[in-house]
């Protein structure tokens, strides 16, 4: 069974920086794509940021230049290094990974979600 592990959040000043990690674990046969999503009290969930297995990255407006998304492929772990943080960026931050299973289903995609870690933003 697949499942996606992540780690790194906790509580921090505005100004200040956090490095959130999700580690996939499990059997895998090609990573497709990976992401972060957050979703604050009373909000809807949103995208934060990407990676494809090409390691094209995409960002929210809100975070561009300020968020960082890499990955290690070896590790089967997507990093998101958030610096300048803002009250604004407190939220559950949850993983996403899109895989392909086996190479028998190597055209296919599924999809698995973290259980999230909380980042506080404290003014």
């Known amino acids: 069974q697949v499942q996606l592990v992540e780690s790194g959040g906790g509580l921090v000043q505005a100004g200040g920086s956090l490095r959130l990690s999700c580690a996939a674990s499990?059997?895998?046969?090609?990573?497709?794509?990976m992401a972060w999503y957050r979703q604050a009290p009373g909000k809807q969930r949103e995208s934060v940021a990407a990676i494809t297995s090409g390691g094209s990255t995409t960002y929210a407006d809100s975070v561009k230049g300020r968020f960082t998304i890499s990955r290690d492929t070896a590790k089967n772990t997507v990093y998101l290094q958030m610096n300048s943080l803002k009250p604004e960026d407190t939220a559950l931050y949850s993983c996403?990974?899109?895989?392909?299973?086996?190479?028998?289903?190597?055209?296919?995609?599924?999809?698995?979600w973290g259980q999230g870690t909380l980042v506080t933003v404290s003014s």
């Open positions: 996403n990974m899109a895989y392909s299973p086996s190479w028998r289903e190597r055209y296919g995609s599924r999809e698995v």
């Open positions: 499990g059997t895998i046969f090609r990573i497709n794509a």
